[in-house]
């Protein structure tokens, strides 16, 4: 039996009592597979059998009988016993080898679940340990804010400043929209030089409490846009044109995520204008001055450029409509619902040249000059807007 076993490709260990084949049976490094004869100098087959059914060790054996016994009661009793099969001596050495091939596979298949479940155990800690220190961050994230908050109202300071490792995390979740990965972020005190052959991106929002407006300016050389352009996107831009939209999509994205952070310490924030992207070149005029910003070198997927941050403070205020200016956000519906149940302009609308001709020819047409509440845009915004 032995040389037949080695033959067939296995290694067997051959024991000659009952209780040697229990002691072997039940190691922690047990053979998976057990050829148990019913006629032992001690216990029986049956009687091991249950012994090792009963023990219950981590991986069940495949038993099975090889005995002379050729009754089906006796056949019956064995496979009652907790035996997996039952081969009569003498033995057909073919379907000997297919019987043992198949209590291989059962074996393999047991073992890979047992892999399974304690993956699917180590991933459920991981994912518990995960769940806690989330939400150790977001109660820390949660007081923080409301520090911050409070600590505006009181002071009626400008918005908050983030801390480095704000910054980072949400730049890191930002970039990874635009299946591009960030590789570095270091605060650069240096001022922004803005050059002929600058790429240039912005976008920015209005922020309610503490009246703010909070920009997001992507400074970044051609070769660098292009770059990004192509590691996100799969191909070379076909024009400059084309790179300073993506470019300007960069800036949204990334404000965006500004925006979540600053909804978190300071509630409601004005919807986000259209960003927009130019190349110094197209732009004359000198760049506005930044009094309280912030400046990131940033470096993703091997290129890299800066990130700006601007606050400013832009009370909402209530003017004329005679007064209102390109690029003024509505603060609240126009005219307002004490006037007309249906207004012609919603809360959060961005009035351009067209919105300000019709509700100009609205005002014609009533004879009503109605007040409107706005936000007025920042230098920065006029600056990518030359046509306001």
């Known amino acids: 039996m032995k040389m037949f076993l080695e033959k067939s490709g296995y290694a067997p260990v051959v ?28 216990l029986d087959g049956p009687q091991v059998c249950r012994k090792l059914r009963d023990a219950k060790p981590k991986t069940r054996p495949y038993i099975i009988f090889l005995s ?10 064995a496979l009652d016993s907790g035996a997996d099969d039952y081969v009569t001596k003498p033995f057909n050495v073919v379907e000997f080898q297919a019987r043992l091939r198949v209590a291989r596979r059962t074996i393999e298949y047991q073992l ?15 994912n518990t340990l995960l769940g806690e220190l989330i939400s150790k961050q977001q109660t820390a994230a949660s007081d923080a804010a409301k520090k911050a908050a409070e600590a505006a109202k009181e002071t009626h300071s400008p918005i908050a400043r983030f801390t480095p490792n704000e910054t980072k995390f949400m730049l890191a979740a930002a970039f990874m929209e635009l299946r591009l990965a960030l590789e ?13 052959n600058t790429s240039l991106a912005w976008a920015g ?47 949204r994205v990334v404000a965006a995520g500004f925006g979540r952070m600053l909804r978190t310490r300071h509630g409601e924030i004005q919807t986000i204008l259209m960003s927009r992207g130019l190349s110094a070149s197209q732009r004359g005029g000198k760049f506005p001055m930044i009094a309280d910003g912030e400046s990131f070198r ?21 003017v ?69």
Do not use: C
């Open 112 to 126: 890979e679940l047992h892999k399974q479940i304690t993956d699917n155990e180590a991933l459920s800690q991981r």
């Open 320 to 388: 004329g409509s005679g007064e209102l200016r390109a690029l003024d956000i509505l603060a609240a519906p126009y005219p307002p619902p004490s006037v007309s149940a249906v207004p012609l302009f919603k809360e959060g609308v961005v009035l351009t040249s067209r919105f300000l001709e019709k509700l100009r020819y609205q005002v014609e047409s009533t004879q009503a000059v109605e007040k409107a509440d706005v936000w007025r845009p920042s230098a920065l915004a006029v600056y990518f807007h030359p046509d306001a």
């Open 15 to 42: 024991v000659g009592t009952s209780k040697d084949g229990l002691e072997v049976a039940l190691k922690a490094d047990a053979p998976g597979i057990i050829v148990l004869d019913w006629v032992l100098p001690d």
């Open 68 to 77: 002379s016994k050729q009754d089906k009661s006796d056949i019956g009793q």
């Open 205 to 251: 929002m209005a922020v309610s409490l503490p009246g703010s407006w909070f920009d997001v300016v992507i400074s970044a050389g051609a070769a660098e846009a292009k770059g990004i352009f192509q590691r996100s996107l799969g191909r070379e831009p076909k024009t400059e044109a084309e790179a300073l939209n993506f470019l300007a999509e960069v800036a």
């Open 184 to 196: 570095a972020v270091q605060a650069d005190t240096g001022g922004l030089t803005v050059e002929s």
């Open 298 to 318: 940033v470096t993703v997927e091997g290129h890299s450029f800066r990130v700006l941050t601007s606050r400013t403070a832009s009370s909402r205020r209530t």
